[in-house]
């Protein structure tokens, strides 16, 4: 079964950033697109940013111009860099497959976003 180990989160000031990282250990990992996603308090876990093996690239709208998804096949890593935080940012970040066809989740990374 495969692992995500996020990493990355912590306390930010608005306008601040964060990098996420999130290291797998499935194999064929460049075949498959990688996603981040998070869970605000009281809300239901959401879709942030996807990307293929070959770097195309979605952002929710939330997240488009902000945050830039990346990934190093070489190293099973997806990475999520966050500028210009805002409060509404503030949620447990999850990386997974997209779909996550069933796949487990870890156990996120907390990025709080507070002055």
């Known amino acids: 079964q495969v692992k995500f180990v996020e990493s990355g989160g912590g306390l930010v000031q608005p306008g601040g950033s964060l990098r996420l990282s999130c290291a797998t250990s499935?194999?064929?990992?460049?075949?498959?697109?990688m996603g981040w996603y998070r869970r605000a308090p009281g809300k239901q876990r959401e879709l942030v940013a996807t990307?293929?093996?070959?770097?195309?690239?979605n952002y929710a709208d939330s997240a488009k111009g902000r945050f830039t998804i990346s990934r190093d096949n070489a190293k099973n890593t997806v990475y999520l860099q966050m500028n210009s935080l805002k409060p509404e940012d503030t949620a447990v970040y999850y990386c997974?497959?997209?779909?996550?066809?069933?796949?487990?989740w870890g156990q996120g990374t907390q990025v709080t976003v507070s002055s």
């Open positions: 990307i293929t093996g070959s770097d195309t690239t």
């Open positions: 997974n497959y997209y779909p996550t066809t069933g796949s487990s």
């Open positions: 499935g194999s064929s990992f460049r075949l498959y697109i």
